[in-house]
């Protein structure tokens, strides 16, 4: 079974290549993001409810289901690691401003 974060990579492949097919009222598959490895769990969702959930920063999830620790502290460490590279863009281009 394929890992969460291969999972959430599957589910943006399925916006990117569904999106200009979709008037917004279509239900499409998407996997259950939760991390754990014997998941198998999909879900059908309008492009609008799978666009709400990132927007929001949540992850597509069967009922009942969490994400896992791993899971989770894998995510953590890349939003993380996403801000660090934000706040030295922001450093660098304030040195620059400034001299």
């Known amino acids: 079974m394929l890992e969460g974060w291969a999972l959430t990579e599957a589910n943006r492949n399925i916006l990117l290549h569904v999106r200009e097919a ?14 754990h490895a014997s998941c198998k769990s999909r879900l059908y969702l309008t492009l609008r409810t799978f666009i ?21 502290a894998r995510r953590l460490r890349e939003d993380a690691e996403g801000l660090r590279a934000q706040a030295k863009h922001q450093i660098a281009r ?3 401003n400034l001299g």
């Open 22 to 35: 979709d008037d917004g009222e279509l239900e499409w598959e998407f996997f259950c993001e939760c991390g």
């Open 52 to 72: 709400a959930l990132r927007v929001g920063g949540d992850v597509v999830l069967a009922e009942g289901h969490h994400v896992s620790q791993v899971e989770r």
């Open 94 to 96: 304030a040195k620059k």
